[in-house]
């Protein structure tokens, strides 16, 4: 079955440093893979999204590629606020109904 | 568009009491899922539908839930009789295609 692993939180950086969110996921076919957001006491929102090998997607400054060859999608961005302070999820779909599978989730703190 | 609306945004009842949740999905969307967040289980998908039909019921975590999705523009998640154990933020989702769009979320409390 689809499973997708990230890494745990709390990650606790402080502003303008570099974060990266480790994900990687088991699934038959070729999935699209999703990252997505939750600001405190909000849903969950799509921050950016890939569909196909190779492919990066990219929204407010955080980059993902996904890496078939190492089944991984990994989250960056160069320069953290403390705005971008939340909870992220990684979550793949290759379902026709659009059902995702989720991470557990990581929650990053940015300090000033 | 005003997006996916839940309610209530909160609910507080007694143990054994019913419990009705709401969700108004974004129009013109076919898919609708509902979700229960807490810190032990994280994100749990429980129930989906797609054109008002349900799809998969296998999160429905036992009997004392149950979803409904009556048109394209409402469904309902009740639970009955409620237990402490039931409290979580219960979040709607709907999606025309791979991105689901989702709600506030109600936080349920139940004593």
């Known amino acids: 079955g689809n499973s997708v692993t990230q890494m745990e939180g709390p990650v606790t950086l402080s502003e303008e440093a570099f974060l990266t969110i480790n994900c990687t996921y088991t699934?038959?076919?070729?999935?699209?893979l999703f990252w997505y957001v939750q600001y405190p006491g909000e849903g969950l929102q799509l921050l950016l999204k890939?569909?196909?090998?190779?492919d990066k997607g990219s929204n407010k400054g955080f980059e993902a590629t996904y890496r078939k060859e190492t089944t991984s999608f990994h989250l960056e961005k160069g320069s953290v606020q403390v705005s971008d302070s939340a909870v992220y999820f990684c979550?793949?779909?290759?379902?026709?109904?659009?059902?995702?599978?989720f991470g557990a989730g990581t929650q990053v703190v940015v300090t000033p | 568009d005003a997006g996916v609306i839940q309610s209530p945004r909160h609910e507080v009842t007694e143990m054994g009491q019913e419990v009705t949740l709401r969700c108004k999905p974004i129009?013109?969307?076919?898919?609708l899922f509902w979700y229960r967040q807490t810190m032990m289980r994280g994100l749990e998908l429980l129930i989906y539908?797609?054109?008002?039909?349900?799809?998969?019921d296998s999160g429905m975590p036992e009997d004392r839930f149950s979803a409904k999705m009556p048109n394209a523009s409402f469904s309902t998640l009740k639970i009955q009789p409620s237990e402490p154990r039931d409290s979580a933020v219960y979040f709607c989702?709907?999606?025309?295609?791979?991105?689901?769009?989702f709600g506030p979320g109600t936080r349920l409390t139940v004593l």
């Open positions: 989702a709907s999606s025309f295609d791979e991105e689901q769009f």
């Open positions: 699934a038959t076919g070729y999935p699209s």
């Open positions: 890939a569909t196909k090998a190779d």
């Open positions: 979550a793949l779909s290759n379902d026709s109904w659009g059902k995702l599978q």
């Open positions: 129009s013109g969307h076919n898919s």
């Open positions: 539908f797609n054109n008002n039909v349900p799809i998969d």
